[in-house]
């Protein structure tokens, strides 16, 4: 029977969706689309311990703080690693969608956490979510989440490989009849090729660059094939001999040695997931091939090389980067239909008055 309450919540609050992820977090607001997508960074102020910034002005404070602020990331590789300031950016988000539209009561929220999250990790992403002003928390797998985003037949008893390279965790599923067949969750992913090339450039190189400038050069010249038209960068940092400012030119090839080995060990795990799955499942997979998404996706040719390790056709799916917060959405629009897949599911309860 469905609470009486229902028609008034509709009226007065916002269904919220929610990629909750470690590099950044994406809000989905129902009738609305996609309304923020901001860097999971928070800058705290150490002295009296409030919150100075949220998103995109906190990260651009990476450092650039003086000693009593501290721009931190609350999620690390896809969990809660600070409770507290977890739920200060989940509350500035809510709210900051909630002056969208306009609505009074605490929202719907569906949040995308990594398969093979503990129960402890469960209770804390819900609990900070609870504590942001949510009215009801429903949890839902981020692969799963950007299966339905990218419009995957995941209930039907069809077998489906979805690979999602996020920036703390790379989850590799496999899915058939509404749940996850066999998974694996990798602490390798956007963050961890950041730090590979921060420490190839280190060795090679002789020079210190933060983790911004290897994030800015893996988007611009990154690969890992080579191109018909070399590509270059310019990186400035600080010379570890002399101590003072010095700046070099990086290659294509660099970051392609730099990243070489994370990229097998991804290309390993995937193989590895095939080689337990079903034999019937394995048949699907080789009809309907592999899909890629999260920004890990838009490396360049690692499509290409996916292909050429597993022997299976590789589709990057229709904006990667966003199929997580779509798939919330498209959960929130008919949450019934996806009650079995959700790892957490609350029933309504009465706002606080």
């Given amino acids: 029977m469905k ?14 969706g929610i990629d909750l992820g470690t590099a950044n977090t994406l809000v989905y607001l129902r009738g609305h689309g996609i309304v923020i997508n901001e860097p999971s960074v928070v800058a705290v102020n150490q002295k009296t311990g409030q919150v100075v910034a949220v998103g995109a002005q906190a ?13 931190v990331r609350p999620l690390v590789d896809g969990v809660i690693s600070d409770f507290e300031v977890t739920e200060e950016m989940i509350t500035y988000l809510i709210n900051k969608a909630q002056k969208i539209s306009k609505k009074m009561l605490g929202p719907r929220v569906v949040v995308g956490v990594p398969s093979g999250i503990t129960n402890v990790e ?13 009215r009801q928390v429903h949890i839902v797998e981020e692969p799963m989440a950007a299966a339905i985003g990218i419009h995957l037949p995941v209930h039907e008893p ?6 999602d390279i996020g920036g703390g965790t790379s989850d590799i599923a496999i899915i058939s ?3 996850v067949v066999r998974s694996k969750n990798l602490r390798i992913a956007g963050d961890r090729l950041n730090s590979d090339i921060i420490a190839y450039i280190r060795s090679e190189f002789k020079i210190l660059i933060g983790e911004k400038t290897a994030e800015q050069i893996k988007i611009s010249i990154g690969s890992v094939l080579p191109n018909h038209t070399p590509k270059e960068a310019v990186v400035k940092g600080r010379d570890l001999i002399t101590g003072l400012p010095r700046e070099v030119v990086i290659t294509e090839t660099d970051i392609r040695e730099a990243i070489g080995q994370s990229i097998a060990t991804l290309l390993d795990a995937a193989k590895e997931v095939l080689e337990t799955t079903p034999p019937e499942v394995v ?23 996916l292909h050429d390790h597993l022997g299976l056709p590789v589709h990057i799916a229709e904006d990667p980067l966003t199929a997580v917060a779509r798939g919330t959405g ?24």
């Fill in 3 to 16: 609470n009486p309450l229902d028609r008034f919540y509709k009226m007065f609050s916002n269904d919220i």
């Fill in 59 to 71: 990260k651009d404070m990476i450092g650039r703080t003086p000693g009593h602020i501290k721009a």
């Fill in 122 to 134: 469960t209770r804390a992403v819900r609990d900070a979510t609870r504590n942001a002003g949510a």
């Fill in 158 to 163: 069809v077998g489906t490989m979805i690979i």
């Fill in 177 to 179: 009849l509404g749940g």
């Fill in 283 to 305: 048949s699907d997979v080789m009809q309907r091939g592999v899909y890629l998404t999260g920004g890990g996706a838009l490396i360049v040719g690692l499509d290409t090389i």
């Fill in 330 to 353: 498209v959960i929130l629009e008919d949450i019934e239909k996806y009650n079995d897949i959700l790892l957490v599911n609350e029933d309504d309860t009465p706002p606080q008055i």
